[in-house]
């Protein structure tokens, strides 16, 4: 009987495959046999496999955070405060972590005439970021405008964090600050810090007054290590020595009335401040809420009263919480004698009935 060639060749085909599947199944079965024999103990779970129940509470020398410790042995940091921080509309709207500016849709004629900075509660609250003399201040330089101040330091000398606040940006920018750390406190004001040999925050990380958020060096486009820093609110930058006195490493006010025409390159603070427009805030300091919490031995005393009235005309940088000790009186009493209330803008000339 002759067999047709196709069906020769479909028969040693499906020969070599049924040999090939039975050789597979005589070698695999021994090995899983002798596997299940080796494998009696079961392998040891990994730590996050374990059940992560909380267990105990540390605080820390920080009372808004704590320490949380878990079952399998694991810990993290618990602060009950960043979920309000989180809310904040300044830490939520204009919040660009990839690039240095934000503000991009908000032009400088749309920014108020006058910001009231309220910079600090108490003393506690301020850590200048480092202290020295200012070598090169803001304003124009050669073929650029120089936006900041910088101050000499050694090479790995640690920079602070001014204030509270939470890191915008944190890495090596290419348009010459080198490492830079941006940090935005809640009152809307930006610190820049550039130059730096390393950033030692991440974005997204909540500092506070006097973190260590860097170290001086000299990256970026840099002669010598130095800090360069910078002050802005809405992208706009301004003179930082209006704000801090890096020599002696003091904050200049509690509360500081940023002018709009101060975000002019040519708005230089060491040519328009005055000396009595330099308080003492270890002497000055005012509590904000109301007159029976002011820090009575910070106050001078009364003039004697001669029955005729005292007016004061404001100035650049006039707030009421400067005005009202400057002449022994209360904020409370200047906003009687003039019809107005403590969150009165007050105009440059304006004249205030101060006794």
């Not at 009595?276 to 009575?296: C, H």
């Not at 022994?328 to 006794?355: F, K, P």
Request: hydrophobic residues 35%.
């Amino acid at each position: 009987m002759i067999i047709p060639m196709y069906f020769r060749t479909f028969a040693y085909r499906s020969l070599l495959v049924a040999g090939f599947v039975f050789g597979l199944i005589l070698f695999v079965a021994p090995e899983e046999a002798s596997a299940q024999r080796r494998g009696g103990t079961p392998a040891t779970p990994r730590l996050e496999e374990l059940p992560r129940r909380p267990m105990d509470t540390i605080p820390t020398a920080d009372p808004e955070t704590k320490v949380i410790i878990f079952s399998n042995n694991t810990w993290e940091y618990y602060r009950p405060e960043l979920r309000r921080l989180d809310n904040l509309s300044v830490f939520r709207e204009h919040w660009d972590t990839a690039s240095v500016f934000s503000y991009r849709n908000i032009e400088l004629g749309e920014l108020p005439a006058t910001v009231d900075l309220r910079m600090i509660d108490s003393l506690g609250q301020f850590c200048c970021p480092v202290q020295g003399k200012v070598l090169s201040k803001y304003g124009p330089r050669r073929r650029r405008n120089h936006h900041g101040v910088d101050i000499p330091m050694k090479p790995g000398e640690p920079v602070l964090a001014a204030f509270d606040g939470k890191v915008r940006y944190a890495k090596y920018n290419t348009g010459g600050y080198g490492n830079l750390v941006i940090i935005r406190h809640p009152n809307g004001l930006e610190t820049w810090h550039s130059h730096l040999m390393k950033c030692n925050v991440r974005v997204g990380d909540y500092v506070k007054t006097g973190q260590v958020i860097g170290y001086v060096g000299q990256t970026g486009r840099a002669f010598g290590p130095h800090l360069h820093f910078e002050t802005r609110y809405c992208d706009q930058s301004f003179d930082p020595e209006f704000l801090f006195d890096f020599e002696n490493g003091m904050l200049r006010y509690q509360t500081f009335a940023l002018n709009r025409d101060y975000f002019s390159i040519h708005s230089r603070a060491s040519e328009m401040l005055e000396e009595d427009d330099e308080p003492d805030l270890a002497n000055t300091l005012l509590a904000e809420a109301d007159d029976s919490t002011m820090i009575r031995a910070a106050q001078p005393k009364p003039a004697p009263s001669t029955g005729a009235p005292v007016y004061h005309i404001v100035k650049k940088g006039d707030i009421l919480g400067r005005i009202a000790p400057k002449y022994g009186t209360t904020i409370a009493r200047i906003c009687q004698l003039n019809g107005i209330d403590r969150n009165s803008t007050l105009r440059l000339g304006q004249r205030l009935r101060v006794r």
